[in-house]
T-cell receptor, first 117, second 109 residues
Framework: ETGVTQTPRHLVMGMTNKKSLKCEQH?????MYWYKQSAKKPLELMFV???????ENNSVPSRFSPECPNSSHLFLHLHTLQPEDSALYLC????????????????FGEGSRLTVL | GQNIDQPTEMTATEGAIVQINCTYQ??????LFWYQQHAGEAPTFLSY??LDGLEEKGRFSSFLSRSKGYSYLLLKELQMKDSASYLC??????????WGAGTKLIIKP
């Protein structure tokens, strides 16, 4: 138990479906992240929210739409996905890095395994 | 460009010692992380190095040489439960994390 919970754990969807991934953190952190993990590739940062404001969008296609209603919850809305979007989607949280606490390690959820048919 | 290199896969024997290397080329440096990820599970934090030298934490140690752009994770007294992927990540000058593709470690009896 890492303190970060993701649902659903597994999702199969067609290219015309609309679905959402949910992430909740119970650690009191002030930053949340969405990562994409594909086999044998480095983690790809998709979105970062710091203090509930989106601060990073690494050129992610618009078919992925994040939402952060408060500091504990993060969603990833999915629509008209492509088969190449099939991957493990990881949510993470951390404290924003400051001089007094420079580590700022990430706490990850177990991921949502997405398959696009 | 920025990149992190680490071996794709390593095999070691239970009870032995294994060293997983990580080399990096990044725009600036603000710390290096090692994470462990068991199959189907969340990555979990193992270690953080920002100064040169060795950080020891039980059976695991992590070493950093900033001048060489090099780190290693040393695992002693290997146990079967150490079979996992080990991810190296560097925080660059913009405080962005640059990730390696991970090293899958297989432990044999």
């Amino acid at each position: 138990e890492t303190g970060v919970t993701q649902t659903p754990r597994h999702l199969v969807m067609g290219m015309t479906n609309k679905k959402s991934l949910k992430c909740e953190q119970h650690l009191g952190h002030n930053a949340m992240y969405w990562y994409k993990q594909s086999a044998k590739k480095p983690l790809e940062l998709m979105f970062v929210y710091s203090l509930e404001e989106r601060v990073e969008n690494n050129s992610v296609p618009s078919r992925f739409s994040p939402e952060c209603p408060n500091s504990s919850h993060l969603f990833l809305h999915l629509h008209t996905l492509q088969p190449e979007d099939s991957a493990l989607y990881l949510c993470a949280s951390s404290q924003v890095v400051v001089a007094a606490d420079p580590t700022g390690e990430l706490f990850f959820g177990e991921g949502s395994r997405l398959t696009v048919l | 460009g920025q990149n992190i290199d680490q071996p794709t896969e390593m095999t070691a024997t239970e009870g032995a010692i294994v060293q997983i290397n990580c080399t990096y080329q990044t725009s600036g440096f603000n710390g290096l992380f090692w994470y462990q990820q068991h199959a189907g599970e969340a990555p979990t934090f193992l270690s953080y190095n920002v100064l040169d030298g060795l950080e020891e934490k039980g059976r695991f140690s992590s070493f950093l040489s900033r001048s060489k752009g090099y780190s290693y994770l040393l695992l002693k007294e290997l146990q079967m439960k150490d079979s996992a992927s080990y991810l190296c990540a560097v925080r660059d000058s913009n405080y962005q994390l640059i990730w390696g593709a991970g090293t899958k470690l297989i432990i044999k009896p």
